[in-house]
């Protein structure tokens, strides 16, 4: 598990953390609990299940070994994409159009999902709308106009426009970019904020929340017994919704993924005028390369930056030094401004790119390796495991039947291979 600093709170030391709206201290379990479903891990896949279970008519407990959001759910860029983590060109390739076709309109509703819980539970999580993606290399030259039109034209999708190097230099003061795609449905949010207040909702719904309380094992028997250091609960279902941090609690779905660490930076308030200069406008940006560049200003005129990611447990030891050079490829005008917090989590990926959904049995079911997409699609994960154990399957035998493949080496090997194919790719970024 990653050591790092942590705040009193028990939450790492982030931006996020620091205007973090409607925290509260949920109590760690202690003695036997009874519930019809135990979702573990307080990230938004659990606490979407958790709360589509509640409000299903489940009894349902749910289980974060931390603090609410201390995963990737509280630490993240909070850049809500369209479409799955592949564009529809490599969806098309790999399973025909229908399927292509219902995994978009699935990111869509996932998406809705997303606008209608903060409208509906009042969630202050700054929601904004519009992406930006920027072409880094003549490589992807085209790509914005051919997706913008295969959107418009195949997928019902009239909300993306391709910009030339003018133009998208009227969205974002950056010479990095030679085009950009602008998606002007896609959604940017606190994701701490969104991750706290969905726990609220899911609380005032009934779900009974453990803080601090880790899982240590689980029963693979009908009804499950799952232990933590100081109680259990007994439940029919278990959901476990751990991903980057999961570690040796499910050997059998950690060979399907690899944790590995991203970070972030935010400089200090910039003032509303230079923040604008910078990005004109609140909404996510990110790039077309293979260690993704991404970024958006912050309701108090930050610019917050993610960047750089590396593959072994710990995180480099000085984390503003290790991304800064990133955000000075694309802003060299920020050289003088200081950097007030640096974080990093720890995300998970397939070999595919595409999210890894299932049941082990008829009664334990996961969802994990979101790639880097995780924002809408492992809330709409939690939801769809929320309809299979209510009795309809169909949405979530979609993300089941999805090819899943483990990486060379299983759980032992993984990281050598892992870290020949990231370095690369990363070259390739560069050449
Ligand atoms: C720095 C960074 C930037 C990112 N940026 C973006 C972005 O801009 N857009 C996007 O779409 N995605 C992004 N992602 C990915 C996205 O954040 C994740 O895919 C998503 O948050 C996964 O949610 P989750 O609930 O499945 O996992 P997590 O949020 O990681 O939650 C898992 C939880 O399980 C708990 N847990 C683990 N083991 C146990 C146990 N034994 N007992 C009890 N609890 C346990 C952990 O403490 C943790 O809180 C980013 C990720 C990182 C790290």
């Known amino acids: 598990m990653q050591k790092e600093k942590k705040l009193p709170s028990g939450h790492p ?37 958790a709360l589509n279970l509640a409000e299903q008519g489940f009894d349902v407990v749910l289980l974060e070994a931390e603090r609410i959001g201390f995963g990737a759910s ?50 202050p999580c700054d929601l904004q709308d519009g992406q930006l993606v920027g072409v880094h290399k003549k490589r992807y030259q085209g790509w914005p106009q051919e997706l913008s039109e295969a959107l418009a034209e195949r997928y019902n999708y009239p909300f993306c426009q391709s910009l030339d190097a003018k133009q998208t230099r009227e969205y974002v003061a950056t010479d990095g970019f030679l085009e950009a795609l602008y998606d002007s449905q896609a959604l940017a949010l606190h994701p701490l904020n969104y991750t706290l207040g969905l726990a609220n909702a899911a609380s005032q719904a009934g779900v009974r929340i453990f803080e601090r309380s880790r899982v240590r094992s689980y029963s693979r028997t009908d009804p499950s017994l799952v232990e933590t250091s100081q109680g259990s ?48 406008g609140r909404f996510g940006i990110h790039d077309t390369r293979f260690v993704v560049d991404y970024f958006r200003l912050s309701e108090d005129h930050r610019l917050l930056f993610g960047g750089g990611e590396n593959y072994r447990r710990e ?14 490829k694309i802003f060299p005008q920020l050289d003088d401004a200081r950097i007030d917090y640096a974080w990093g989590g720890t995300l998970s990926v397939t070999v595919n790119r595409l999210p890894h959904l299932g049941r082990l049995k008829p009664n334990v079911f996961f969802a994990q390796g979101y790639s880097g997409h995780g924002i809408s699609t492992a809330n709409f994960a939690g939801k769809v495991i929320a309809e299979a154990i209510g009795g309809t399957a169909t949405r979530f035998d979609v993300f089941a039947g999805l090819p899943t493949h483990m990486f060379p080496g299983g759980t032992l090997l993984r990281y050598p291979g892992m870290v020949l194919a990231m370095f690369y790719y990363s070259l390739i970024d560069r050449l």
Request: with cysteine; aromatic share 10%.
């Open 74 to 123: 509280g630490r993240c860029g909070g850049l809500v994409g369209s479409g799955q983590r592949k564009d529809v060109f490599e969806t098309e390739e790999a399973f025909g159009f229908e399927r292509s076709r219902q995994l978009w309109d699935f990111a869509e509703l996932a998406k809705n999902e997303i606008r209608q819980r903060v409208v509906k539970h009042g969630i």
């Open 315 to 328: 995180f480099p030891a000085d984390i503003s030094k290790f991304v800064r050079p990133y955000m000075l």
């Open 13 to 49: 030391d982030t931006y996020y953390a620091a205007t973090a709206v409607g925290m509260r201290e949920f109590a760690t379990l202690a003695g036997a609990q009874r519930a019809d479903v135990c979702v573990i891990g307080g990230g938004f896949t659990g606490l979407s299940a």
């Open 233 to 280: 609960v007994k439940s029919d279902f278990v959901v476990l919704a751990c991903n980057g941090y999961l570690d040796k609690l499910e050997r059998r779905i950690a060979r399907k993924i690899m944790p590995i660490n991203n970070f972030m930076i935010a400089t200090e308030p910039l003032g509303e005028q230079r923040a604008l200069d910078l990005i004109h």
